[in-house]
């Protein structure tokens, strides 16, 4: 680490963790909310969403950033409005055209599809953290090239669905894993990864996009050029963050590999990734500051500062017992984990040592099973009829991959 006391970017981000996470500069939110009518008198908003809905612990509604454009008051007064708002959507309306789902009693007047792009004429109440809709006016997507780009990605995310829907759970947990969508991921399932300390291989990060990023460059050796395989990586690493959306993690995970990629062309060889990681950090901060205090984005840079930190440290010690494969896995996760421990001790109030071992002998298993099953999604676009088949040779891996976590799962875990 010595090295690195005299570099800007280095000593730039140990001054921002200090004083954002200390308290001492406090971080504004550039895109808060505002109105001139009374927050706690506000029944109605137009906007357009920024997030795709996410299902909430209970399971009960949904939750997704809104941009606000206009509001109106319980005196039927319309104001414009700026700024983000969590809104709470009912879990009747966001499921209303999900396969499975497609007879769910709905509780407002009519159904609209809820994704990232659609602009919404929404009816409710405000609380503190949220805006609570009881129904929905309106939804629909506009007609500029960026709506129509929304829509498509909102259709071929409902289109996916309705595949992994037809691979039952098998195709749930596939659907998780491509585009961070879990309505599916049977519940058992999804508390067994948590208590097995294997919540970060649900969360769409690094891992991830390194698949992606895997295939491009087989691609590209395949055709045998050098500069194409860059291009299409690129492309790979765009379609898959603007098809799965930009959770903090995901990010992270997107603007290291762009780096990474940056540095390739520029022929570095041998980029230091805690340079790379350290400037992602500052860039992202930048992009969305208000990101400093998400559980997700605090874990992913924490997790690989962590394996870049410790790594060769652990790994210099495994490597006299264990195998080339075991030993670096081995060292990344328990570099990883270790270094995370205390910030999910104080957050979670658990943390699962087991997941150390469980990462090594799950991950080999998860990445099968992803690749097989992205094969297994191309084919059966261009031969519906294997649809069925497919769906059972997933369903085997996802059984070993359940067996696997839920055995696990069983270990102990540390609780404050």
């Known amino acids: 680490m010595v090295k690195y006391s005299n570099n800007s970017i280095f000593i730039a981000v140990f001054i921002c963790i200090f004083c954002i996470y200390s308290g001492l500069v406090k971080v504004r939110d550039r895109n808060k909310f505002s109105s ?3 927050p706690s008198e506000i029944c109605y908003l137009e906007g357009k969403l920024l997030s795709s809905p996410v299902k909430t612990a209970n399971g009960k509604n949904y939750t997704a950033n809104f941009a606000v454009r206009a ?11 700026y700024g983000n708002i969590r809104v709470l959507i009912s879990k009747e309306s966001v499921e209303a055209f999900y396969p499975g789902k497609l007879y769910t009693p709905s509780k407002v007047k009519g159904a609209f599809l809820w994704e990232a792009g659609g602009s919404y004429k929404i009816h409710g109440k405000m609380n503190k953290d949220f805006f609570i809709i009881s129904y929905c006016e309106n939804g629909f997507f506009g007609n500029s090239f960026a709506e129509k780009l929304d829509y498509l990605r909102a259709l071929a995310r409902l289109q996916f669905k309705r595949l992994m829907y037809a691979w039952g759970s098998a195709g749930g947990l596939l659907l998780a894993l491509l585009s961070g969508a879990k309505e599916y991921t049977e519940n058992d399932i999804a508390e067994a990864f948590k208590k097995a300390g294997l919540s970060h291989i649900l969360a769409l990060s690094g891992m991830h996009l390194s698949m992606f990023s895997g ?17 299409i990586r690129i492309i790979a690493l765009i379609l898959f963050v603007w098809f799965a959306g930009f959770s903090p993690s995901l990010l992270r995970a997107f603007i290291c590999s762009m780096l990474l990629l940056i540095a390739a062309i520029s022929n570095v ?32 840079y924490g997790a690989l500062a962590g394996i870049l930190i410790f790594n060769s440290f652990f ?12 030993s670096a896995s081995l060292s990344a996760s328990a570099s990883a984990q270790i270094f995370t421990a205390p910030y999910s001790l104080k957050t979670f109030g658990t943390f699962a040592p087991v997941g150390i071992v469980a990462t090594t002998v799950v991950t080999p298993f998860i990445t099968i099973f992803i690749y097989s099953g992205l094969c297994l ?9 294997l649809v069925k088949p497919s769906g059972f040779f997933v369903n085997i891996l996802y059984t070993i991959i359940k067996l696997f976590v839920s055995f ?9």
Do not use: H
Request: charged content about 20%; glycine content about 4%; hydrophobic content about 50%.
């Open 71 to 81: 509001a109106k008051d319980e005196r039927d007064i319309k104001s414009t409005a």
């Open 36 to 38: 001139i009518l009374n």
């Open 269 to 300: 060889k041998e980029p230091d990734m805690l340079i790379i990681l350290s400037f992602s950090f500052l860039l992202q901060l930048m992009i969305s500051p208000q990101s400093y205090n998400n559980t997700g984005f605090i874990l992913s």
């Open 377 to 385: 999604i191309i084919l059966c676009l261009f031969f519906p009829f």
């Open 408 to 416: 696990f799962s069983k270990f102990t875990i540390i609780t404050i």
């Open 315 to 326: 790994r210099r010690y495994l490597v006299r017992f264990l195998p080339g494969y075991f």
């Open 215 to 231: 295939i491009a460059i087989f691609a590209g050796k395949k055709i045998g050029r050098k500069k194409l395989t860059f291009i």
